[in-house]
């Protein structure tokens, strides 16, 4: 159940808008309003420079001029109203609050959870071969098996994801560091750690033999003082919850 009083003051919104058809009709209505009105105006505007105010009267009063302006102007009035119950019904919402997060649905808030009950952030990534670009997806797993997502189509998406981060290395950042110290392995997804080695799935790699543990776009990388064909020298992002905190603890052990 939402429960948006328990989440405190709100911080920061961010919007994202849905670009299926409201764009599409959007765009047409405008493209279509703007020749049915634009070309008649021009060209009457064009008679009249060109002959002077005696032609007004026969420009304006013929039927070749209004009605492609009357179409113009429906179909503009049209893309505004499409468009503003785009803008206030349709786009999706995350707010950042002090003690959580609530997601909306243009003005129906749908869900919230606070911070304490989020314990890990995924990131994916999946490419369309047909737009030629490349969505990626955040999802936020949290407690009762709940899972929240957003992609980068969220306004400033990058700042609520340094947030989330902040957010969750709070929670458990020190609980991974706890285990450690205790001799625990501790797993993020595919990769794991411990006070001896580093691991990716079985295959583990020890702390005396790694030269550093990086981060790029995609994958994790697991850099060997040594190159051995048979070891899996990098794994996935997306196969990493909580990627962030296994690389700053990775980097930790590295001697």
């Known amino acids: 159940m939402a429960d948006l009083a328990s989440l405190g003051q709100q911080k920061t919104r961010y919007i994202a808008f849905s670009i299926g058809w409201n764009l599409f009709a959007v765009s047409v209505f405008l493209l279509l309003g703007g020749l049915l009105f634009g070309v008649p105006v021009v060209d009457a505007l064009r008679q009249i420079v060109t002959f002077g105010s005696s ?3 026969n420009v304006l009063n013929t039927e070749d001029f209004w009605i492609p302006v009357a179409f113009g102007l429906l179909f503009l009035v049209g893309a505004l ?5 785009w803008a206030v019904r349709q786009h999706r919402g995350i707010a950042t609050h002090e003690h959580g997060l609530a997601f909306y649905n243009g003005r129906t808030l749908e869900s919230t959870v606070r911070w304490v009950d989020i314990y890990a952030l995924a990131r994916s990534r999946n490419y369309d071969v047909r737009q030629r ?7 936020l ?3 009762h098996k709940r899972s929240f997502s957003f992609t980068q189509v969220i306004s400033g998406h990058e700042a609520l994801v340094t947030e989330c981060q902040r957010q969750i290395d709070r929670q458990v950042g020190p609980l991974y560091e706890a285990r450690l110290r205790d001799g625990q ?6 990769v794991s750690l411990d006070s001896r ?4 799935g079985d295959y583990a790699t020890p702390w005396s033999e790694v030269r550093g ?5 995609n994958t994790i990388v697991i850099q060997k003082k040594t190159i051995s064909a048979e070891a899996p020298q990098s794994v996935t992002i997306d196969r990493v919850p909580n990627w962030w905190i296994f690389i700053r603890m990775a980097q930790k052990q590295v001697r």
């Open 213 to 217: 543990v990086q981060a790029g776009a």
């Open 81 to 85: 109203v499409v468009g503003i119950n």
């Open 141 to 143: 797993y949290g407690d």
């Open 185 to 190: 392995r501790v797993t993020f997804g595919e």
């Open 55 to 57: 032609r007004i009267d």
């Open 197 to 200: 080695a580093v691991y990716i």
């Open 133 to 139: 670009v490349t969505h990626i997806k955040y999802t």
